[in-house]
């Protein structure tokens, strides 16, 4: 009988933003090598690896629960190792490797080094590198996709940050902004669409200033945009987070030639106040941001606009916040995420502005913000019934198998009957009805 040797089980839990689950595929794909076996059972894994958000206090309380949760595991199954990684590790490095659980803490920049934390871990003890670099874009390395059942994948198009909006951890967890090579990112979205998958969302925390250069050539992120979107007029290309201080006229414009670039666009406003903007060192106005709302719609009739917004900010007076209000409804977001200030250690808020607006009134203007997103988003999706949408199908809806689910372009979430497409295909569907979240309609394509 042949003895066959069990290789070990890698398990990779993911929190915070896309650029998190493109991170964790990356170094899937260092383990690969390394000849662990992606598994999803945390109760079997032999590696248990969480990749970590810090942009708001509560996403960070989340991982020190899940840590207590491996203590108790790594009790009950002995051998077990466990590593934290991304920008919580980066932040607070030494005090997660005091943890009972931990054994390798890797932020954002040292994924290479990873097999040889744990090797530390194993003969001298607890392995931590959360060294920054100025030059690292794990370039040469081949992600491992994570979910090969999925349809949509994330490419990292540059790393860090260098704007220091001043409640912002990410330029401190993330560093320095640099761009991967334009002919790596082609691969890596070829790569995608030969497992396929037919949505590509290229990501960078401002991926406006995204800019590559080889000898004389320099390639800005509206070409990038375009070189991708001709790889396969098929596959759509999405892209995350445009920073509204950078989003030109030649991005817009290469969103509206080419069909298959989606017809979306997340512009983050945070604020509709001129003075708040100001203290955020956000570098636009209220009317600037209104000025490029307008080109987009001018340019992109069809366009649809997602924003982060969040409440509470240090100095947030009743008249900013009403600001706030009155531009998410000049705007009307089709979908905004919305948040309370969080102050995050080491930022210039932190150190230079008082958190002086007490936890009730962030509370009471937070709801204030989600109900009137509500309202607009229910009054924005009303307006969608009777017009016919391309529909990318990604697999039954929740409440029936009867029923598909998929996205717009705009990057609204519909359901239809199933008349037999697959997973994956692109559907015209007519909407018949709507509420503030979901699409209701009926398929238009022959499927004989
Ligand atoms: N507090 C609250 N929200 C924040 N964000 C970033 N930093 C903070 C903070 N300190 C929000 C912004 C950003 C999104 C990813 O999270 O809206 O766009
Ligand atoms: Fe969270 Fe920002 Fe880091 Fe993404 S970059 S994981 S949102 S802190």
Redesign the pocket.
Known sequence: MKLQLKTPQLYIETYG?QMNIADSEIVAGILLTQGYTLSSDVEHADLILINTCS??DNAEQRVWNRLDFFKGLKRRHRGIMVGVIGCMAERIGDDLAKHEAVDIVAGPDSYRDIPMLLDKAKTEGKGINIELSEVETYSGITPERIQHDQISGFVNIMRGCNNFCT???VPYTRGRERSCDPKEVISEVKSFIALNYREITLLGQNVNSYKWIDGDTQTTFPQLVEMVAQVDPTVRIRFTTSHPKDISDALIEVIAKYPNVCKHIHL?V?SGSNSVLERMNRKYTREYYLERVNKIRELIPNCGLST???CGFPGETEADFQDSLRLMEEVGYDLA?M??????PGTYAAKHLSDDIDEKTKTERLMKIINLQNGISKKRNQTDIGKTYEVLVEGFSKKSENDLVGRTQQNKVVVFPNKGFAVGELVNVKIISSSSATLLGEAINDKN
């Open positions: 933003c942009v708001r409640y912002c951890i983050p945070q982060d917004i969040f995420f948040f309370k200030y969080s102050e995050r």
